[in-house]
């Protein structure tokens, strides 16, 4: 079953490009998984359809508050890497999001 995984930041702008790259990365390795950026304000409409979702930079520090709502229904949040993400290193995100998929079932 397809994985989908969700990147937020403040406008759902700054991440798509790194959702390209893990794009790219999932089809190099054959990993089929729906990558798609969201503004943080739709993360509440997301939680349900969501498997990981991950935090760009500039909305980190909602990582506790966002953690607790999506919680209840099993979804793991984390925040992207900083380093990772200003070089845009799509295959260590879809890393990432991987392993927090792997924890969590």
Do not use: N, W
Request: overall charge negative; charged content about 20%.
């Amino acid at each position: 079953m397809m994985k989908k995984i969700f990147l937020c930041c403040a406008a759902g702008m700054s991440t798509s490009m790194l959702v390209e790259r893990m794009k790219q990365s999932a089809a190099s390795r054959d990993i089929d998984v729906d990558i798609t950026a969201v503004p943080v304000s739709e993360f509440e409409q997301i939680i349900e359809d969501a498997d990981v979702i991950l935090l760009g930079p500039q909305v980190k520090f909602q990582l506790q508050r966002l953690s607790a709502v999506a919680e209840p229904q099993g979804v793991p949040v984390a925040a992207i890497d900083m380093m990772q993400y200003g070089s845009m290193q799509g295959d260590k995100v879809l890393d990432h999001a991987l392993s927090l998929l792997a924890k969590a079932q």
